[in-house]
């Protein structure tokens, strides 16, 4: 007690039992009990109180408890019983894997594991099992336990206690408890588990004569300053048991500052029967979302001492382990993490590779996986370092003709069977957005950006066309058969030049054109598509364009007598240097 004496009341021995029980029921409404004997070291070595399961005692009101605060020792008869108050600041989440039985599996499987993450294990072991067929040696056992892992009870026999007689049930608990100890020392058989998961209020009752716990079988999280130490609850793992149920468990340890703890039976093998067993690859996957929790893993012995060992100090910028395991957990065809977390990319990111590819965090983003097949896009732009930066999604399908694509802080990567995975960004994206990405005209793209083209131009193909872009005349896109009279004048190294803009309809009689740095090509259903530049166009453009006598041109330019001329659906236009552009009619 701090600050001032603990109040205190003397009973006397007759007063124990009923009375002691209904001081603690009341206790247990006013905040987590728990009573030592005299002498015993530290104020709650001793048992803890536990009321009936789901039934708390009706609290009986003792006047003389009432008035007193939340916190004290009391003292009734030969007994001193010592309350605090509910203590929600000090819950904390932490993580025990137990492991029931004493199966050799947990030796050859289960042992490797923990070691390669440094999870500590809590091992009920029932002392009649030792060495038995199928079952841990002495030997291995002790491989636990000087690794600092906690040896536990778990009964001689597995016997249901339920059914035990008083003589034999007292025989299952000393007895295991006098031979764990003679095995492997005084630290173990301090905590005990129920076969089966059994127990009552006579078995439990005998548990507290010779145990500080019992762990059973009923699911649910720890609340330290509440529970009740004679029934820690726990999640069951079993054969169906996935990776990301045991993050689920976690993020609600988390979330809800409780102790999660996780019982295991075999692992890598089913001599007991085809529920109770983890399969070692699944093992090796929860224990890597333990040890990446960040939270404190812990023996039961720990958690119950309060000797908490500090969480794990996580190097990693705040989130990124969670989020990252998070995203693996809910992905499983990512497979076994192949390395740790590395840290340290642009813009504070992290990532972890798996054997199906790798998950990329950044504060900025979040964590989004990246496989195949766009991931062999992101890389041929240099990652994270690249144009495209971090992905903001994982991939999103559903796309025509079975495409689908993943978007980043630059753009996006799209991919579908026919094309393959090619990256989007910028300008030329921008045009492809207006022609309905995917769904329009040009389809998907089948490369990524091209450059090297005359004055700074790049460009990008789609299944339906091309988009080109040049400083001067911005993105624009050319496909079908303007495009084709385009590359009949040599792409942009020819007279016409770049783009410089979209394909314009409207014109009279269903025609479409489009215009070029030095020119422009026209297009109607009755005259096909030809260029118009020059002084011929000029001329042209005196007679007003397709809505003039004239009307669409017919032809390119060719060599007639001295120049050139360009026929048109009313005529001609011949030109000459001498003479300059004349139009002829019909
Ligand atoms: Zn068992």
């Known amino acids: 007690m701090r600050g001032r004496a603990p109040p205190s009341a003397a009973l006397?021995?007759?007063?124990?039992?009923d009375e002691q029980m209904n001081i603690l029921s009341r206790l247990k409404v006013m905040g987590a009990a728990s009573w030592r004997k005299p002498g015993a070291p530290g104020p709650f070595q001793g048992q803890p109180f536990r009321g009936r399961r789901g039934n708390d005692m009706d609290p009986v009101p003792i006047k003389r408890l009432a008035a007193l605060p939340l916190a004290f020792t009391l003292v009734l008869g030969g007994a001193s019983l010592a309350a605090v108050?509910?203590?929600?600041?000090?819950?904390?989440?932490?993580?025990?894997?137990?492991?029931d039985d004493g199966w050799a599996s947990q030796y050859t499987n289960a042992l490797p594991i923990l070691n390669k993450y440094g999870v500590p294990a809590t091992m009920?072991?029932?002392?009649?099992?030792?060495?038995?067929?199928?079952?841990?040696?002495?030997?291995?056992?002790?491989?636990?336990?000087?690794?600092?892992?906690?040896?536990?009870?778990?009964?001689?026999?597995?016997?249901d206690?339920?059914?035990?007689?008083?003589?034999?049930?007292?025989?299952?608990?000393?007895?295991?408890?006098?031979?764990?100890?003679?095995?492997f020392g005084p630290n173990a058989a301090v905590d005990f588990a129920s076969p089966l998961g059994a127990y009552n209020p006579t078995t439990t009752a005998a548990v507290q004569k010779y145990y500080e716990s019992q762990r059973n079988t009923d699911g649910g999280f720890n609340t330290q300053s509440t529970m009740d130490r004679y029934n820690i609850l726990v999640q069951n793992v079993v054969e169906t048991t996935t990776a990301l149920q045991v993050q689920q468990w976690i993020t609600e340890a988390k979330s809800t500052n409780t102790w999660l703890v996780l019982v295991y039976h075999e692992v890598g093998a089913k001599l007991g029967g085809d529920v109770y067993n983890t399969d070692t690859a699944v093992f090796d996957a929860h224990m890597a979302a333990v040890k990446n929790s960040g939270l404190?893993?812990?023996?039961?012995?720990?958690?119950?001492s309060g000797s908490t060992p500090p969480p794990p100090t996580d190097p990693n910028p705040a989130g990124a382990t969670a989020a990252i395991n998070a995203v693996a957990a809910a992905n499983p065809g990512l497979g076994a993490p192949a390395g740790d977390i590395v840290c340290g990319l642009i813009s504070g990111g992290c990532?972890?590779?798996?054997?199906?590819?790798?998950?990329?965090?950044?504060?900025?983003?979040?964590?989004?996986?990246?496989?195949?097949?766009?991931?062999?896009?992101?890389?041929?732009?240099?990652?994270?370092?690249?144009?495209?930066?971090?992905?903001?999604?994982?991939?999103?399908?559903?796309?025509?003709?079975?495409?689908?694509?993943?978007?980043?802080?630059?753009?996006?990567?799209i991919w579908s069977p026919a094309s393959g995975a090619h990256y989007s960004v910028g300008a030329i994206r921008q045009v492809w957005a207006g022609t309905g990405y995917e769904r329009g005209g040009l389809g998907y793209p089948t490369t990524d950006e091209i450059g090297g083209l005359v004055r700074g131009g790049v460009y990008q193909m789609y299944e339906g066309g091309a988009i080109i872009w040049s400083p001067a005349s911005g993105a624009h896109y050319s496909f079908g058969a303007i495009r084709q009279v385009w590359a009949g004048t040599g792409y942009e190294r020819g007279g016409l030049g770049y783009p410089t803009t979209n394909e314009i309809g409207g014109l009279v009689r269903g025609g479409v054109y489009q215009m070029y740095q030095g020119g422009a090509i026209i297009w109607s259903p009755a005259s096909g598509a030809h260029y118009s530049f020059g002084a011929i166009r000029q001329a042209w453009a005196a007679t007003d364009y397709e809505r003039g006598r004239l009307g669409y041109p017919t032809s390119g330019e060719y060599v007639s007598g001295a120049g050139v001329a360009q026929n048109y659906e009313g005529g001609r236009i011949n030109w000459t240097a001498s003479g300059g552009a004349v139009v002829t009619y019909k």
């Not at 002495?138 to 690794?147: E, L, N, T």
């Not at 206690?161 to 095995?183: F, M, R, V």
């Open 124 to 159: 009920y072991i029932h002392s009649g099992a030792i060495n038995a067929e199928g079952n841990m040696s002495q030997a291995q056992i002790q491989a636990f336990a000087d690794r600092g892992d906690e040896i536990a009870s778990h009964t001689v026999s597995h016997a």
């Open 296 to 304: 404190p893993m812990v023996t039961v012995r720990q958690a119950l």
């Open 351 to 413: 990532y972890r590779n798996y054997a199906g590819g790798a998950v990329i965090w950044s504060p900025a983003t979040g964590a989004h996986y990246s496989v195949q097949p766009i991931r062999q896009a992101w890389a041929r732009t240099d990652y994270e370092r690249g144009l495209l930066g971090y992905p903001t999604t994982d991939h999103i399908g559903g796309l025509v003709r079975g495409g689908l694509y993943q978007s980043y802080q630059g753009g996006a990567i």
């Open 85 to 99: 108050p509910a203590a929600h600041a000090a819950d904390v989440a932490m993580i025990s894997v137990t492991l």
């Open 161 to 183: 206690l339920t059914t035990l007689t008083p003589a034999q049930l007292d025989t299952e608990l000393a007895q295991s408890k006098a031979a764990l100890q003679q095995l």
């Open 12 to 17: 006397n021995d007759d007063d124990r039992g």
